[in-house]
């Protein structure tokens, strides 16, 4: 039973809602599918056709479960972020870059919603390692950062990496998107650092980031479901 079935009087439109829940899923993974193949052979149009659907249809996939509006409007502010940061210059990088930060604002108070609502707490040793894992990180990354984008960039890696630390409050698969977030976005940071690069890293950056945002939605529905709290 997901959050909406639950609700009083909306048995029969949370199972009409479900029966589209399947094909909008389906969707998202074939288009994930299409993006990753696309940037794995260069073909930068199937990536600029691909990359601003993904998000719309996780979020659509999302709503037709009930889930919290918080985490539909994360996902949106993270489509928000994917459109702009197509383009390619420093003030689309920072809208975007904002978008996501709002969204990263969304997720945490879904969270802190979840620990209201006698979820266990994000535990306080997890934290620390992130912490540990951001200071080292911004350390070692700032000396190649260009000088506008320092400051940005730091108050949006300590919201992300925030978010990553809290998203263990919807349970193991919620926690893995939020370290895979923390992943893909600094997989970005080492580009605008210009360091050494894997092979195709476009690929490993949305390969981390689709997965991310599949694993928190994951999260939150099936904590959802299992505790039966209702969509905030």
């Known amino acids: 039973m997901t959050a909406t079935a639950a609700r009083p009087g909306s048995t029969g439109t949370g199972r ?23 940037l794995l ?3 930068e149009t199937v990536h600029m056709v691909a ?8 979020a659509g996939y999302a709503a037709l479960r009930g889930a919290p509006r918080l985490l539909v409007a994360a996902l949106l502010f993270g489509w928000g972020g994917d459109v702009f940061l197509l383009a390619d210059n420093d003030l689309a990088f920072l809208v975007g870059m904002g978008s996501f930060a709002v969204g990263h604002v969304c997720y945490l108070t879904l969270f802190g919603r979840g620990e209201g609502r006698g979820r266990a707490p994000a535990p306080l040793v997890t934290g620390a390692g992130y ?8 350390v070692l990354i700032w000396p ?3 000088a506008d984008l320092r400051i940005p960039l730091t108050g949006y890696s300590l919201l992300l990496t925030a978010m990553a630390w809290r998203a263990g409050v919807f349970g193991p698969y919620a926690a893995a998107g939020g370290a895979l977030f923390l992943l893909s976005d600094a997989l970005i940071a080492t580009g605008i650092a210009e ?9 490993w950056v ?3 980031y689709i997965a991310a945002q ?4 994951l999260g939150v529905l099936t904590q959802d479901t299992t505790k039966g709290t209702p969509g905030a």
């Open 206 to 208: 949305m390969l981390t």
């Open 214 to 217: 599949a694993l928190l939605t």
């Open 51 to 58: 990359k601003p659907l993904l998000m719309p249809l996780l």
């Open 16 to 38: 009409r809602a479900e029966r589209f829940a399947r094909p909008v899923l389906i969707a998202f993974l074939l288009v994930a599918t299409a993006d990753l193949a696309g």
């Open 131 to 138: 912490a540990v894992v951001l200071v080292v990180f911004l």
């Open 41 to 43: 052979a260069g073909a």
């Open 195 to 203: 360091w050494p690069q894997a092979p195709a890293p476009d690929f």
């Open 144 to 146: 190649d950062l260009p």
